[in-house]
């Protein structure tokens, strides 16, 4: 199991929520949903819900486990590997733009994935590189994929909104 780092989780959490209404110049009181990866995150979540919703001015914060469908009309920011924020937004953003912003990021976490690979993938990475990197390299392209598959889906849950 891997270990949660409460402060910094919930830190990022925050973070996310607050960007998601700037980014989307919002000064509503909106619903989050928050999609935790496993039970050990959605206890963490719920521990400091009431922080989160109060901090970052929501109507709501709802974790939901992987396995609870998100509602149609959120939009999405990748918090961590172990959560994506999910804000009721549908009739309220232009989505298009965003499935463009979506798009960009994809291609950036595929081109950071490639070079990490190119790199992992020489000769003489096994011996000239520290085992430390190593596995730094590797966590790296672990959390580059899992971001690159929320980042997807949230593609197509704008477009399930067009």
Not at 63 to 80: D, F, K, M, R, Y
Not at 94 to 121: C, F, P
């Amino acid at each position: 199991m891997v270990s949660i780092k409460q402060p910094e989780c919930i830190d990022s959490l925050l973070k996310k929520v607050l960007f998601c209404c700037l980014i989307f110049s919002l000064h509503l009181s909106l619903p989050g949903y928050l999609e935790c990866i496993d039970s050990a995150t959605v206890s963490l979540v719920q521990k400091y819900s009431l922080q989160i919703q109060t901090l970052s001015y929501s109507q709501a914060i709802i974790p939901l486990t992987a396995n609870q469908p998100v509602p149609e009309g959120c939009a999405v920011a990748i918090a961590s590997d172990r959560c994506t924020v999910n804000l009721m937004l549908k009739g309220l953003i232009d989505v298009e733009k965003e499935v463009a912003k979506l798009m960009t990021k994809k291609g950036d976490l595929e081109k950071q994935m490639e070079k990490l690979r190119e790199k992992m993938a020489k000769n003489d990475y096994k011996e000239k590189v520290p085992v430390k990197v190593q596995e730094q390299d590797a966590e790296k392209l672990r959390q580059s994929q899992t971001e690159l598959e929320k980042v997807k889906e949230a593609v197509d849950n704008f477009r399930k909104m067009m």
